[in-house]
């Protein structure tokens, strides 16, 4: 009976120690996570530190990323907060844990739009020169004002073929927003005419058509004609002003004038003349050529070899 009893009690333990060697450790679920990138599109890294797990999903809260592996990263396109689940699985069972990231946006600024602008030519037909002076932005849209359409170049040159008043506009676009500015350029018309404000006379010939030299008291007395191209008369300045008594110390003098070239595509003459009671001296003269003349200046300069050197001073029309 007694060996009945001691059988029994080792029996038992047998069956306890065996019991304990099988109840295994379940797993527990726990993770951290290193964001690679500050703003949104984001790269984040995910560090696992779960235990007693052999198989893990993992759920990144965007609606779509999922994974299976250890130590995975995925990639936030877009800001916001994200709640991310890891489930792990072991031996000993399964444990879920979840925590929350936070993507930012990352604030760009608002970009102003601006610009200047040189104009080449002062009448049409006008090349312009278009500086951009917008700041934070990527892409410009330009609309000239003529209906020529759009141009998205950063500084754009533009020609404008006509004359008149042109709306121009510049839309910049930047990860901050939109800006947008509108400034107006005149472009005046081609002139048609031009007038002859002033003659300036820095010199003029030394002597009188005969050789002999002007008299240092009572020098020339100086007036012009313009006529057209068959030599017939057009303008007499005699009838109105002429310079008197001109001596050597009166170099620069001006003669007054208000004659209007009303045809740019004709060629004039310019003749100056002493005047004389008996008879008119021929002094010298020019051709005059508008239509080749620098419509941006305001002066013409000529120079001769028989001594003169005079100036024009004008004014483009362009009605």
Same mark, same amino acid.
């Given at each position: 009976?007694?060996?009945?009893?001691?059988?029994?009690?080792?029996?038992?333990?047998?069956?306890?120690?065996?019991?304990?060697?099988?109840?295994?450790?379940?797993?527990?679920?726990?993770?951290?996570?290193?964001?690679?990138?500050?703003?949104?599109?984001?790269?984040?890294?995910?560090?696992?530190?779960?235990?007693?797990?052999?198989?893990?999903?993992?759920?990144?809260?965007?609606?779509?990323?999922?994974?299976?592996?250890?130590?995975?990263?995925?990639?936030?396109?877009?800001?916001?907060?994200?709640?991310?689940?890891?489930?792990?699985?072991?031996?000993?069972?399964?444990?879920?844990?979840?925590?929350?990231?936070?993507?930012?946006?990352?604030?760009?600024?608002?970009?102003?739009?601006?610009?200047?602008?040189?104009?080449?030519?002062?009448?049409?037909?006008?090349?312009?020169?278009?500086?951009?002076?917008?700041?934070?932005?990527? !892409? &410009?849209?330009?609309?000239?004002?003529? +209906?020529? $359409?759009?141009?998205?170049?950063?500084? *754009?040159?533009?020609? #404008? =073929?006509?004359?008149?008043?042109?709306?121009?506009?510049?839309?910049?676009?930047?990860?901050?927003?939109?800006?947008?500015?509108?400034?107006?350029?005149?472009?005046?018309?081609?002139?048609?005419?031009?007038?002859?404000?002033?003659?300036?006379?820095? !010199? &003029?010939?030394?002597?009188?058509?005969? +050789?002999? $030299?002007?008299?240092?008291?009572?020098? *020339?007395?100086?007036? #012009? =004609?313009?006529?057209?191209?068959?030599?017939?008369?057009?303008?007499?300045?005699?009838?109105?002003?002429?310079?008197?008594?001109?001596?050597?110390?009166?170099?620069?003098?001006?003669?007054?004038?208000?004659?209007?070239?009303?045809?740019?595509?004709?060629? &004039?003459?310019?003749?100056?003349?002493?005047?004389?009671?008996?008879?008119?001296?021929?002094?010298?003269?020019?051709?005059?050529?508008?239509?080749?003349?620098?419509?941006?200046?305001?002066?013409?300069?000529?120079?001769?070899?028989?001594?003169?050197?005079?100036?024009?001073?004008?004014?483009?029309?362009?009605?």
């Amino acid at each position: 009976m007694k060996n009945i009893h001691i059988t029994l009690f080792l029996l038992v333990v047998i069956l306890v120690g065996c019991s304990s060697e099988e109840e295994l450790a379940p797993p527990t679920a726990n993770f951290n996570y290193n964001l690679v990138d500050k703003f949104a599109p984001a790269k984040v890294d995910f560090i696992n530190t779960s235990e007693n797990a052999s198989s893990y999903t993992w759920d990144f809260g965007d609606g779509s990323s999922t994974s299976n592996n250890e130590n995975p990263s995925c990639y936030f396109e877009s800001a916001g907060t994200y709640t991310v689940t890891l489930i792990v699985k072991g031996d000993g069972g399964t444990d879920k844990i979840t925590k929350t990231i936070n993507i930012k946006q990352k604030e760009y600024k608002l970009p102003t739009a601006n610009f200047s602008y040189e104009i080449d030519n002062r009448f049409a037909p006008a090349l312009v020169y278009f500086t951009n002076e917008s700041k934070d932005g990527d !892409s &410009y849209t330009w609309n000239f004002g003529d +209906g020529s $359409g759009y141009n998205s170049a950063v500084n *754009p040159n533009y020609t #404008y =073929q006509k004359g008149g008043i042109y709306t121009v506009s510049l839309k910049v676009k930047g990860k901050g927003g939109n800006d947008y500015i509108s400034k107006t350029i005149k472009i005046p018309n081609t002139p048609t005419k031009v007038k002859i404000k002033n003659i300036i006379v820095h !010199s &003029y010939p030394k002597t009188e058509k005969n +050789g002999a $030299g002007w008299d240092i008291s009572d020098g *020339p007395d100086i007036f #012009y =004609q313009i006529s057209d191209k068959d030599g017939n008369e057009i303008y007499d300045s005699n009838k109105s002003y002429r310079k008197t008594d001109v001596t050597p110390n009166s170099s620069p003098f001006y003669i007054s004038s208000n004659f209007i070239l009303t045809d740019l595509t004709k060629t &004039y003459g310019l003749d100056f003349y002493d005047y004389d009671y008996d008879d008119n001296d021929w002094m010298g003269g020019y051709y005059l050529d508008p239509y080749n003349w620098n419509t941006d200046l305001d002066v013409i300069k000529f120079n001769s070899d028989n001594g003169w050197k005079i100036d024009l001073e004008i004014e483009w029309i362009n009605q």
